[in-house]
């Protein structure tokens, strides 16, 4: 199963290596700059804590509370600033800010942005405030906001449109394109979610199938719009007849199935019928003549779908060979064609 955008903020563990690496790469530029010949002379007291860190990360940091790891982005911003008030003259240290931003805005969202961009506003004004006359300026701090700004307004846009794509996603993985009924998939994780509401509430569930007789007779004879077409009627057909509460499916090809919890075999029953005489009503000379055979089955002692599928299909089996265009039941006396 591939992760969610929620799994992956929750991690501890990414969350440990990913400010681990942060922390090196921020430890390394100061060890870099701080050997390079042309370079001003700054403080080595910031980049040796960042190293201790990168270490204390990596050995512990998948073990350390979420709170504790929430910390770790406001001393990134300390630690910027103290390098940044101990280095004479202008520098470009302050796009490190970005560092803690992204990551924190990443992890700990709308909130986290907020509370490290508040460090960074505070952390940068007092670092300018102790440098020399002359090397601190309000456009120096405006610069910065608003960069940093702009990096925690892009990963938060960023996050929404990922969450709403996954969430699209995730919906179309479980619904069938063509009638937008739920397909096997989404039959299945609905169908367990309801068997476990009835078991825990000692609920009786019924489950019907559904199959189009002769569907490839449809398909040969009228062309394979024409049977799109009539997988669509059928199931706006279920739809209109079915409760709110029931859960309706197109299983594959032209066999679809509605779970109705709460259902007894009159209630079931009466759903089918209601079913088969819409059809044989017809929808316009646009579309063939459409009849199907159902199975019925209803238990008070929900175990899991595919259980009640195997059952059910003995219904809809009997159904196909007494003759097509009917409904047969299992009840506690075997298999009987519905009244």
Partial sequence: MVPSLADIRSNRRIMAYTAAAIYGIAGLDGAIEGLL?????????????????FGVLVAVGPRLPRWGLAVLGPLGVVL???ALATSPGPGDGAVLYALPVFWTTFFFGRRGAITILACVAVGHAVSLLMLPPGNAYPGRWMDVMVSVCGVALVVLVLERRNELLMAQLADEARTDPLTGLLNRRGFDEHAARELGHAGRNNGRVALATLDIDHFKQINDEWGHVAGDRVLVHLARVLVRESRSTDVAARLGGEEFAVLMPGSDHAGAEAFTERVRAALAAGSGSELPAVRVSAGVIVTAEPT??????????????????????????IDGHGLRLAA
Avoid: N
């Fill in 80 to 82: 910027i600033a103290y």
């Fill in 37 to 53: 010949p042309s370079d001003p002379p700054f403080s080595m007291v910031p980049v040796a804590v960042v190293f201790v860190m």
């Fill in 304 to 329: 899991d779908i595919q259980a009640m599928l195997e059952q059910v299909d003995r219904a809809l089996y009997a159904a196909k060979r007494g003759g097509r265009d009917r409904t047969v039941v």
